[in-house]
């Protein structure tokens, strides 16, 4: 079946710090990937996407590269700040099931 | 942003009571899905429908039904409320469900069963 793992947190990190969250996925076939972040007391908001093998999806100085022969799709930025404070969920869509990580929380400290 | 409403926002009930959330959207999407959130768990779909009258199940359906009698609203209901129902509840759209597609989400609605 499908499904998604990816790294516990909580991240703390200081301002300007290179940040990688990993994303590991199962899945047959082609699924696509995603970002999403959730911001205190919000819903979920689409950071960012890749729908193919070695796309690279990126928004807001984030970037993640959907890797099929590793099976990954982490998110990196290479200078983090205090607004991107958040929990991140990596996901996934597949022949009708979506799925996401249990999330991870970032924490940025000036 | 997506317009999409949750209501109630907050809710507290009692165990073995029935509650009823609503979603609410204004993008005259085809999909719409309700999920729980859980610490550890990520979201979990529990239903969700592709038209008026269709829905189905997903991966954590016991204990919740849906309807949706208009394109607009999405109703999700908690027929015997129980405290391992306690969660946040997020209703989300998207415009097909094919893979690419990317979801939108509402504010959710935090339920507390006593």
């Known amino acids: 079946g499908n499904s998604v793992t990816q790294m516990e947190g909580p991240v703390t990190l200081s301002e300007e710090a290179f940040l990688t969250i990993n994303c590991t996925y199962t899945a047959t076939g082609y699924p696509s990937l995603f970002w999403y972040v959730q911001y205190p007391g919000e819903g979920l908001q689409l950071l960012l996407k890749a729908t193919k093998a070695d796309d690279k999806g990126s928004n807001k100085g984030f970037e993640a590269t959907y890797r099929k022969e590793t099976t990954s799709f982490h998110l990196e930025k290479g200078s983090v700040q205090v607004s991107d404070s958040a929990v991140y969920f990596c996901?996934?869509?597949?022949?009708?099931?979506?799925?996401f990580g249990a999330g991870t929380r970032l924490t940025v400290k000036p | 942003d997506a317009g999409i409403t949750q209501s109630p926002r907050h809710k507290v009930t009692e165990t073995g009571t029935p509650v009823t959330l609503r979603c609410h959207q204004t993008?005259?999407?085809?999909?719409m899905y309700w999920y729980r959130q859980d610490p550890g768990h990520g979201l979990r779909l529990i239903h969700y429908?592709?038209?008026?009258?269709?829905?189905d199940k997903g991966e954590v359906s016991d204990g919740y039904s849906v309807s949706r009698s208009k394109t607009e609203d999405f109703l999700l209901t908690l027929e015997s409320a129980t405290s391992s129902q306690t969660s946040v509840y997020f209703c989300a759209i998207s415009e097909s469900w094919e893979n690419s597609y990317e979801q939108y989400f509402g504010p959710g609605t935090r339920l507390t069963v006593t």
């Open positions: 996901a996934l869509t597949n022949n009708n099931d979506m799925r």
């Open positions: 429908s592709y038209g008026v009258k269709d829905t």
């Open positions: 993008e005259n999407h085809r999909y």
